[in-house]
């Protein structure tokens, strides 16, 4: 298993995303972004999607150098036409344009549609915590080729796994981030798991009949992410991504696409101005003395406030390096002899 540090990682992935057509400013800015989730240990939305984005452009379905568009706008309220490229660069956008409107307004929408794999959604959610904002984001479908999710009691890839995002600004603890999808997992930790070549923790998938299984592998075989809380609560996990498919059916009505046969893929951000409500620092210090307050008795283990997890990664990957399976190391590689890029090996 190849260990890389991220300074290391981030120029090798740049150069194959700008041989394979990107431009020099999104393919950092796509780069950037794998890399960060590894840090984070979110290795799902990391650069084990590089082969995935490379195929994307070579099918015609991903436009590394289109410029997003703003299309409507008004002093609170902005929709972004992606042009079809890559959602990160889209979402940076997106995420930075709603900042300076609550800013300006105290309270900011702004949607995207006809975008490529947005990528972690907690990156934008940590943008607007270290902007002293608050912040929540949908993302997802319902319908079309992205959706990886069977509905409660039904069968078929009919839902996407619709993620959900929330970010608080702390003083002590820096940005405090909820992010995970509204499915068994992300369908990204299957990639990994099937990479490493280990059985899922749990029974997040059903194969191509409908049966649960551990085996990764068969996601890939024509079988299905559950929602989440499955088996017990999946109701609950099933009707959170069906809200979210709602809200994202509404950021992606200008691209035209039929519900459900064509993709209708759209992310919302909702940006909120602390400071409309009273002193950022304030309510910082609150968020700190809250967390403080939750992790002062434990019984089991340490209690972890939302986000510990992934800053805790961040410094161990950024000391220590990140470990690459095998699988996802050979992708990479192959990417880079492709493009004649240099890779260490």
């Excluded at 394979?20 to 794998?34: F, M, P």
């Excluded at 409660?152 to 608080?168: V, Y």
């Amino acid at each position: 298993m190849p260990n890389m540090q991220a300074h290391e990682l981030q120029p090798i992935i740049a150069e194959i995303l700008e041989a394979a057509g990107a431009t020099a400013e999104y393919a950092e800015i796509v780069a950037e972004h794998l890399v960060s989730a590894n840090l984070s240990g979110h290795d799902s939305h990391g650069v084990i999607r590089v082969r995935a984005y490379v195929q994307a452009i070579d099918s015609g379905r991903l436009a590394p150098a289109d410029v997003p568009k703003v299309v409507e706008e008004t002093a609170s309220i902005a929709q972004i036409d992606g042009a079809s490229t890559f959602g990160q660069v889209t979402a940076k956008i997106a995420t930075e344009l709603a900042i300076k409107k609550a800013a300006s307004e105290g309270v900011a929408l702004v949607t995207m549609y006809n975008i490529g794999h947005t990528g972690r959604l907690g990156t934008y959610a940590e943008m607007a915590a270290e902007a002293g904002m608050a912040a929540m984001i949908w993302d997802g479908c319902i319908g079309g080729n992205r959706s990886v999710v069977i509905p409660l009691n039904g069968q078929g890839r009919k839902i996407g796994a619709n993620p959900i995002a929330m970010g608080f600004p702390s003083e002590k603890y820096g940005a405090t981030i909820l992010d995970f999808a509204t499915s068994m997992s992300a369908a990204g930790k299957v990639m990994v798991a099937r990479d490493k070549g280990e059985a899922l923790p749990d029974k997040w998938i059903v194969d191509k009949d409908g049966q649960p299984t551990d085996d990764p592998r068969e996601f890939e075989k024509g079988g299905a992410m559950r929602p989440m809380g499955m088996p017990s609560v999946g109701h609950k996990g099933y009707a959170l991504a069906m809200m979210v498919g709602f809200m994202t059916m509404m950021a992606s009505l200008p691209s035209g696409a039929k519900m459900p046969e064509e993709d209708r893929w759209g992310t919302v951000i909702l940006m909120i101005d602390i400071s409309r409500f009273g002193s950022v620092g304030q309510f910082q210090r609150d968020v700190d003395a809250a967390i403080d307050y939750v992790k002062a008795d434990p019984l089991d283990g340490e209690v972890l406030y939302p986000g510990e997890i992934e800053t805790r990664h961040r410094a161990e990957r950024l000391a220590n390096g990140i470990d690459l399976p095998d699988a996802t190391w050979r992708e990479i590689v192959a990417c880079a002899e492709r493009f004649e890029v240099a890779y260490p090996g």
